[in-house]
């Protein structure tokens, strides 16, 4: 829900960019079609951007430090864990309100689409009896509501106030919408008025948009009858109106706009050169919402036993195999993007040789999100709580009923859901029993979803499997996180801390969205083992490293 929410806010930023260009330069110039188009275009660009992802990938180039370092300084980085507050008579459910303010944008879209839908049944009632002129156009005659007006090529005539001669102008005008597909843009500017009510700017959007339409239509309709008499009858027929959004009047837009226009000195072609200004804008959205910078390392190569990293050509080797080098061993598991970091002291053995040991991970700890009731037995330690949302780690648990033993450390959840926090996978159940000091679970009668597939199979790979399986990182110098929460860097003396595998190295980025660690004067250690290079990747999800200028000596 707030991935949604913040994706409408990147459309908005969008939109005002947008048309804060077309005012600025575009808005005066006489190239009607190609202020539509990009009017059109804009739109779009605006709900696509911050869709798209792009990766650039920069090299960096490893140094290696020859000065002895001291960890002893190096502090956790976020060790708060959330935990379950005793019970409380007085307490009350906690509003979720990312979730009011989602359902609150929900029932107003819905309710804007329903209008437009049900405007355009009443303007559709009206198509059932017309006249087909040689132009292709339907006439209806109409002459109270909505007339003298156009919907695709349906033109609604009131036939008792217009003379042939002003028919024959009006309908060559409504012809011009017809043929250029106007009533579309209009029903498209409908639907993303409902997107996007809350943004002002949409409604400018639609404005503009219908004023070029009529730009357009003016313009080649006065090349055949002339400006002058064609601005006499918009005076003449300006006094009708229309609250129909779906139409296109002959006078709905403000006719002293039209007129000057009509009589507007044409834009010089060289002005065309002007659209080209939006190149820059467009590209700094895609660098601001589209565009996100990966660092890597370009290295010489070596070969030894099963590994092979040579320019241009890398081998992976799964960590597991390294155990063929003699004293070498090391392993791995599953992440959690939400951990704190639980460092030890560090001890220092020598110039290049930096060894950390991590505290073995407390039992999760759920936090209560919201609930309905929630009763509890004080001697047994035991909570009952109706229609509960519970974050897990890095799951999120809604469940009709659960029974929390806190005493013991386990959660029985009836009709439940468990999801991941990025909504990638989805586990539906009627029964899951967590087993919160070992960090397993299982479910009964479940189906598991990813991306919209059964696949059951997927579903260790993506949820909570080993609950305690945590990354840990800590730095001296500084830790930088990105805008999107998917980079970590660590800076000076940095730390890194998985299940039994510690790295540790003067730099560390480490991406959560692809689950891979860089780190630059690497040792990597397991128990009493190491291995050292002046610089490794290590993928977290496939157990797999690649090794840089690997030390295979030690």
């Given at each position: 829900?707030?991935?949604?929410?913040?994706?409408?806010?990147?459309?908005?930023?969008?939109t005002?960019?947008?048309?804060?260009?077309?005012?600025?330069?575009?808005?005066?110039?006489?190239?009607?079609?190609?202020?539509?188009?990009?009017?059109?275009?804009?739109?779009?660009?605006?709900?696509?951007?911050?869709?798209?992802?792009?990766?650039?990938?920069?090299?960096?180039?490893?140094?290696?430090?020859?000065?002895?370092?001291?960890?002893?300084?190096?502090?956790?980085?976020?060790?708060?864990?959330?935990?379950?507050?005793?019970?409380?008579?007085?307490?009350?459910?906690?509003?979720?309100?990312?979730?009011?303010?989602?359902?609150?944008?929900?029932?107003?879209?819905?309710?804007?689409?329903?209008?437009?839908?049900?405007?355009?049944?009443?303007?559709?009632?009206?198509?059932?009896?017309?006249?087909?002129?040689?132009?292709?156009?339907?006439?209806?005659?109409?002459?109270?509501?909505?007339?003298?007006?156009?919907?695709?090529?349906?033109?609604?005539?009131?036939?008792?106030?217009?003379?042939?001669?002003?028919m024959?102008?009006?309908?060559?005008h409504?012809?011009?919408?017809?043929?250029?597909?106007?009533?579309?843009?209009?029903?498209?500017?409908?639907?993303?008025?409902?997107?996007?009510?809350?943004?002002?700017?949409?409604?400018?959007?639609?404005?503009?948009?219908?004023?070029?339409?009529?730009?357009?239509?003016?313009?080649?309709?006065?090349?055949?009858?002339?400006?002058?008499?064609?601005?006499?009858?918009?005076?003449?027929?300006?006094?009708?109106?229309?609250?129909?959004?779906?139409?296109?009047?002959?006078?709905?837009?403000?006719?002293?706009?039209?007129?000057?226009?009509?009589?507007?000195?044409?834009?010089?072609?060289?002005?065309?050169?002007?659209?080209?200004?939006?190149?820059?804008?467009?590209?700094?959205?895609?660098?601001?919402?589209?565009?996100?910078?990966?660092?890597?390392?370009?290295?010489?190569?070596?070969?030894?036993?099963?590994?092979l990293?040579?320019?241009?050509?890398?081998l992976?080797?799964?960590?597991?195999?390294?155990r063929?080098?003699?004293?070498?061993?090391?392993?791995?598991?599953?992440?959690?993007?939400?951990?704190?970091?639980?460092?030890?002291?560090?001890?220092?053995k020598?110039?290049?040789?930096?060894?950390?040991?991590?505290?073995?991970?407390?039992?999760?700890?759920?936090?209560?999100?919201?609930?309905?009731?929630?009763?509890g037995?004080?001697?047994?330690?035991?909570?009952?709580?109706?229609?509960?949302?519970?974050?897990?780690?890095?799951?999120?648990?809604?469940?009709?009923?659960?029974?929390?033993?806190?005493?013991?450390?386990?959660?029985?959840?009836?009709?439940?859901?468990?999801?991941?926090?990025?909504?990638?996978?989805?586990?539906?159940?009627?029964?899951?029993?967590?087993?919160?000091?070992?960090g397993?679970?299982?479910?009964?009668n479940?189906?598991?979803?990813?991306?919209?597939?059964?696949?059951?199979?997927?579903?260790?790979?993506?949820?909570?499997?080993?609950?305690?399986?945590?990354?840990?990182?800590?730095?001296?110098?500084?830790?930088?996180?990105?805008?999107?929460?998917?980079?970590?860097?660590?800076?000076?003396?940095?730390?890194?801390?998985?299940?039994?595998?510690?790295?540790?190295?003067?730099?560390?980025?480490?991406?959560?969205?692809?689950?891979r660690?860089?780190?630059?004067?690497?040792?990597?250690?397991?128990?009493?083992?190491?291995?050292?290079?002046?610089?490794?990747?290590?993928?977290?999800?496939?157990?797999?490293?690649?090794?840089?200028?690997?030390?295979?000596?030690?």
């Amino acid at each position: 829900m707030m991935e949604w929410l913040i994706y409408l806010l990147k459309v908005t930023v969008c939109t005002v960019l947008f048309f804060g260009f077309y005012l600025l330069f575009l808005r005066k110039l006489t190239f009607f079609k190609i202020n539509r188009f990009y009017l059109l275009g804009t739109l779009l660009l605006s709900f696509i951007i911050p869709v798209v992802q792009f990766e650039i990938k920069r090299e960096t180039v490893v140094t290696e430090i020859q000065n002895s370092v001291n960890v002893g300084e190096i502090k956790p980085f976020n060790s708060v864990q959330p935990i379950l507050p005793e019970y409380d008579g007085q307490a009350k459910p906690e509003i979720n309100w990312s979730e009011q303010i989602y359902g609150a944008y929900v029932a107003v879209a819905s309710l804007l689409l329903l209008i437009c839908l049900w405007r355009l049944f009443n303007l559709l009632k009206y198509t059932g009896k017309y006249t087909k002129n040689g132009s292709g156009l339907k006439l209806i005659s109409k002459s109270v509501g909505f007339t003298n007006c156009s919907f695709f090529n349906y033109v609604f005539i009131n036939e008792y106030n217009i003379s042939q001669s002003d028919m024959a102008v009006l309908l060559k005008h409504e012809e011009v919408h017809a043929r250029q597909f106007h009533s579309a843009d209009k029903m498209m500017l409908m639907i993303f008025k409902s997107i996007l009510w809350f943004n002002p700017v949409i409604y400018l959007y639609d404005k503009v948009l219908e004023q070029v339409h009529e730009y357009e239509a003016d313009e080649i309709t006065s090349n055949g009858f002339g400006n002058q008499a064609y601005a006499n009858l918009l005076l003449k027929l300006a006094i009708s109106k229309s609250d129909m959004p779906l139409i296109h009047n002959f006078v709905k837009n403000p006719v002293k706009e039209r007129i000057k226009m009509l009589f507007h000195s044409k834009s010089k072609n060289m002005k065309k050169l002007m659209y080209l200004l939006a190149l820059p804008v467009v590209a700094g959205l895609f660098w601001l919402f589209a565009v996100q910078v990966v660092y890597a390392n370009k290295l010489a190569g070596l070969k030894h036993g099963g590994l092979l990293v040579q320019e241009g050509k890398i081998l992976f080797t799964d960590i597991n195999s390294i155990r063929n080098i003699p004293g070498e061993t090391l392993s791995s598991g599953k992440i959690d993007k939400t951990t704190s970091a639980l460092y030890k002291t560090a001890q220092v053995k020598s110039n290049k040789e930096v060894l950390t040991d991590t505290v073995k991970p407390k039992p999760v700890k759920p936090r209560i999100i919201s609930y309905r009731k929630l009763r509890g037995d004080v001697k047994t330690k035991t909570y009952y709580i109706e229609n509960a949302v519970i974050d897990i780690v890095n799951c999120r648990l809604e469940a009709g009923y659960v029974e929390f033993d806190q005493a013991n450390n386990k959660i029985l959840a009836r009709n439940a859901t468990l999801k991941t926090l990025d909504r990638k996978s989805t586990i539906k159940s009627a029964l899951f029993t967590f087993d919160l000091n070992s960090g397993t679970y299982s479910a009964e009668n479940n189906e598991a979803k990813t991306g919209g597939n059964i696949h059951d199979a997927e579903r260790k790979k993506d949820l909570l499997i080993k609950l305690n399986d945590k990354v840990d990182y800590a730095a001296k110098d500084s830790v930088k996180i990105s805008r999107d929460k998917l980079i970590v860097s660590l800076f000076g003396n940095a730390m890194l801390s998985y299940n039994e595998v510690k790295l540790s190295g003067s730099k560390i980025v480490y991406n959560k969205k692809d689950n891979r660690v860089l780190v630059n004067d690497a040792t990597m250690t397991s128990g009493d083992t190491k291995i050292k290079a002046d610089s490794l990747v290590f993928d977290i999800k496939t157990k797999k490293t690649k090794l840089f200028g690997a030390d295979f000596n030690h």
